[in-house]
């Protein structure tokens, strides 16, 4: 018999452990061990039973079981505690309260920070992989550093979905459906206690309603919309039934209820609570890019703007990352579909469709006509925008390039903020203990004690890993002996598993998701190789691997198969796992338990990729290709660098090529260093590896740097862009679309007439001086609607110029015909060949960047 409705009953906590719901529903408790003690004191069994999930332990509790923990003195006293510490946490001026004391021109009173999916803990599964995982950290991180954001997302009724096994080693997939009563989640309500509600209008006179929950991510409110409503028709109640379900139609619907929806929850956020209105916006990816056309529609209502003026008061408080490195990762929807959801009846007031259609399209060599490109929409309504780390950064600078003709690719308006990691989330509880054994403090940041690294002890840190790597195996015989039983194997059959990987191995992990150019089977090349590694009789490896296809992914799928199939060979099975269900619950073991980190993706399609970072900072090494963060921060001594076979256009020879080098480093460096041991047992060159990596790489990949970075660097510019432009009467957004329609307009008769030079020899040597005079044409434009440079680096044979330095030229005197002379002097401070052009651009306070116009007349 089955239930035609459920839901969850909530506990009512008595008064003198009321705190404790308090406690459970903010998600600082997930990355704040004291507190997760407090929970598991109440019941240590029951704890493990509801997965650590302090919600469902309440709710599992009797009324008598609750009286006699309100009547524990000692019990209500560490509460008591408990909710002091989280009070002070909340209240307590951190780093940007600091930082906004300073900086001059002032700091953001909040950041509306907008992402399709979140990552904050196993409880609340509403991510499938980097991008919500990365979602996550930089809520917490903002919440530690007291950074005034705002999540928005979606929230899903059925997540991502959880992945199992059959007998053949076929991924299955299950949707088992979240009732959010049952999560550490709020909903939104009006003042006589009715459910707030944020409606979008659909094509056919539908309506799309939406609640509104709200997670408590230490400081930091999470918004997450959902569309699960009683007024909903079917359709529209399925819009957020799943992750990155469904086919274009819902997509668009989705991303339309997070980027509209999205501004609107933050509008209804600010009336319930009295928080400031957003300074600044957030794009974490193309997914929410429509959350510039509600602000659009609403400068266009409210302060008389026309579509122009308000998007130059949009763009420059936006803030855009991108995190893909291939077309293929962005969203793309049909020009006729945005046009049925934003044209005739549905068309959004002061939005026209066909400016719309614009800030999308491809019109661009090497575009695709009649599409709309949300990371093309991203880029033109953010003024400010990066890549996720430095290599991605020069990638998208390549893949958006036709986006800034005339342009060089450093030119291009993208910038890098490389990802960084919560510590408190992924650094093993173990690993702390030792830094405060050794060190006196696991605050290593807060005190520098980074550099202190080496005074901890050789053994303490050998015998640590070794713990964490048998708590690794431990939880992979447990995941093992599930996976297997769902499978279908009886326990008669599962004897074998309690020998499953041994604690005394070097242990090497590899988990992520599996799209095709992440190649998990790259290991696989050559099975007879793999197999010798994996049974050495003197250096043994032994690998633990997980990772989840999307379900509509038949080739990702096709290789989860292949490496289960491998794994289940039972010469080689207590050797290799495969784990079902890779979560961020598993991820906790994996990390700290494995001594080598592998990733072996196809370079440069690894826009970052943080998981190696987690594994540093539980004292691994990184076993990796040369691309995200691993390109920049590998110095030789933090691990190995996989040699890649660049040029080689046979896919099928590259893969071969690389697999034997993964093979020839893990046999002949990796295995041998790991295995070369003292008298004492122990490996000391490991461990100086050990020692080097976190003393190096541990300030670097935190994401406190990160989020330090986005604030610096973006979010204070783009809060004081949006001020200068956001006035009262908001005459500095009208002033720069003027200025940008007149330039364009006029552009076509920019050009460079002439330059003369002089002042050098016939053989030049440095320190001379080079004199420049260039008679430009502007046209209808003014010398000070200008910027006429020249510019000048090392001349190529083809007379490219690398390496250039450019040089702003004075304004002279002005001739008929709207022609001027600009003019300057430089020294020469370079020996060999040089070259020097002119060009001119268009110059205005409100640019952020030179090249933001995508206007340049070359000499």
Request: one cysteine or more; proline letters at 6%; aromatic letters at 8%.
């Amino acid at each position: 018999m089955k239930a035609i409705r459920r839901f969850s009953v909530r506990t009512v906590l008595p008064e003198p452990i009321a705190p404790l719901g308090d406690l459970a529903s903010n998600l600082r408790w997930s990355w704040h061990p004291p507190t997760r003690d407090l929970f598991e004191r109440i019941d240590p069994v029951r704890w493990k039973r509801v997965r650590k999930d302090p919600v469902r332990l309440l709710s599992a509790l009797s009324p008598q079981e609750l009286a006699d923990l309100a009547g524990d003195q000692d019990f209500v006293g560490a509460v008591a505690e408990a909710k002091a510490d989280l009070d002070t946490y909340l209240s307590e001026p951190r780093w940007f309260q600091a930082w906004a004391d300073e900086v001059e021109g002032g700091a953001p009173k909040a950041i509306g920070y907008f992402s399709p999916e979140f990552g904050i803990t196993e409880v609340l599964p509403q991510y499938s992989g980097g991008l919500g995982i990365l979602a996550g950290d930089h809520l917490k991180t903002a919440s530690d550093l007291g950074v005034p954001i705002v999540g928005v997302g979606l929230f899903y009724k059925t997540g991502y979905f959880k992945q199992s096994l059959n007998r053949d080693g076929w991924q299955q997939e299950t949707y088992p459906v979240l009732d959010p009563d049952g999560l550490p989640l709020s909903l939104l309500r009006e003042e006589d206690e009715s459910p707030c509600v944020i409606s979008l209008d659909l094509p056919g006179g539908r309506t799309l309603h939406a609640h509104v929950w709200r997670a408590q991510v230490g400081r930091v409110p999470l918004l997450l919309l959902d569309s699960d409503v009683p007024d909903n028709d079917e359709a529209a109640r399925n819009i957020t039934n799943r992750l990155y379900g469904g086919g274009g139609e819902q997509r668009l619907q989705q991303e339309m209820l997070l980027g509209i929806g999205g501004v609107r929850a933050l509008r209804l956020w600010s009336r319930l609570t009295g928080a400031p209105t957003p300074d600044v916006y957030h794009t974490n990816e193309g997914h929410a890019g429509f959350l510039g056309v509600e602000r659009i529609h609403e400068l266009t209502q409210s302060a008389g703007l026309t579509f122009d003026e308000a998007l130059e008061a949009v763009r420059a408080a936006t803030v855009f990352t991108t995190h893909t490195p291939v077309p293929a990762g962005i969203d793309r929807f049909g020009a006729d579909l945005v046009t049925l959801h934003f044209g005739g009846e549905q068309a959004v007031a002061g939005v026209p469709v066909e400016k719309l259609l614009e800030l999308g399209a491809e019109d661009y060599p090497g575009g695709q006509a009649g599409i709309f490109n949300m990371a093309v929409m991203g880029l033109r309504l953010g003024q400010r925008a990066n890549g996720v780390s430095q290599l991605h950064g020069v990638v998208s600078r390549e893949m958006f390039d036709g986006l800034w003709p005339g342009f060089d690719d450093d030119e291009v308006p993208i910038t890098s903020v490389t990802n960084g990691v919560h510590a408190g989330t992924w650094v093993d509880r173990k690993v702390y203990e030792l830094a405060d054994k050794h060190l006196g403090t696991h605050h290593m940041e807060r005190d520098n004690a980074w550099e202190r690294i080496s005074e901890v002890p050789r053994d303490a840190i050998w015998s640590t890993k070794r713990e964490l790597r048998k708590q690794l195996v431990l939880e992979a015989r447990r995941r093992t002996r599930s996976s297997w039983a769902k499978r279908g194997a009886s326990p008669a059959e599962l004897g074998w598993v309690d020998d499953v990987l041994d604690p005394d191995v070097l242990t090497i992990g590899f988990a992520r998701r599996v799209p095709t150019y992440k190649r998990l089977t790259l290991m696989l090349r050559d099975p007879a190789r793999l197999k010798r590694l994996l049974l050495d009789e003197k250096r043994p490896i032994q690998l633990v691997i997980a990772g989840k296809s999307h379900p509509a992914d038949e080739t990702g799928k096709q290789l989860i198969q292949q490496m289960v199939r491998f794994a289940d060979d039972p010469e080689i099975r207590h050797r290799i796992v495969f784990l079902p269900n890779y979560d961020i619950a598993m991820a906790q073991y994996l990390y700290p338990g494995c001594d080598v980190w592998l990733n072996n993706p196809l370079r440069p399609f690894e826009a970052c990729g943080t998981s190696g970072m987690k594994a540093a900072l539980n004292g691994g090494l990184n076993l990796s290709i040369l691309d995200g963060w691993w390109d920049e921060w590998y110095d030789g001594e933090n691990g190995w660098a996989i040699p890649t076979a660049d040029g080689v256009e046979d896919a099928e020879r590259r893969d071969d090529l690389e697999a034997a080098a993964l093979y020839d480093l893990i046999e002949n460096s990796v295995a041998p260093r790991f295995y070369d041991v003292d008298e004492a047992g122990i490996p000391q060159n490991w461990l100086s590896m050990i020692t080097h990596t976190l003393a190096t790489l541990g300030p670097k990949v935190l994401a406190s740097r990160m989020v330090r970075d986005y604030t610096t660097q973006l979010y204070g510019p783009a809060a004081r862009a949006g001020w200068s432009l956001n006035g009262s009467t908001f005459q500095g957004a009208r002033e720069l679309a003027a200025y940008k329609k007149k330039v364009k307009a006029a552009w076509p008769s920019v050009h460079v007439d002439h330059v003369e030079s002089s002042g050098v020899s016939d053989s030049p040597q440095i320190g001379e001086t080079l004199h420049v005079g260039a008679y430009v044409s502007l046209g209808d434009l003014t010398p000070e609607d200008v910027d006429v440079q020249v510019v000048h680096g090392k001349a190529q044979d083809s007379d490219d110029l690398s390496d250039v330095v450019s040089e702003p030229l004075k304004f002279v005197e002005s001739y008929e015909g709207g022609r001027h002379l600009f003019a300057g002097d430089f020294a020469l401070a370079r020996t060999g060949s040089f070259g020097y052009t002119v060009r001119v651009l268009p110059q205005h306070e409100g640019l952020a960047s030179t090249s933001e116009l995508g206007l340049v007349a070359n000499a």
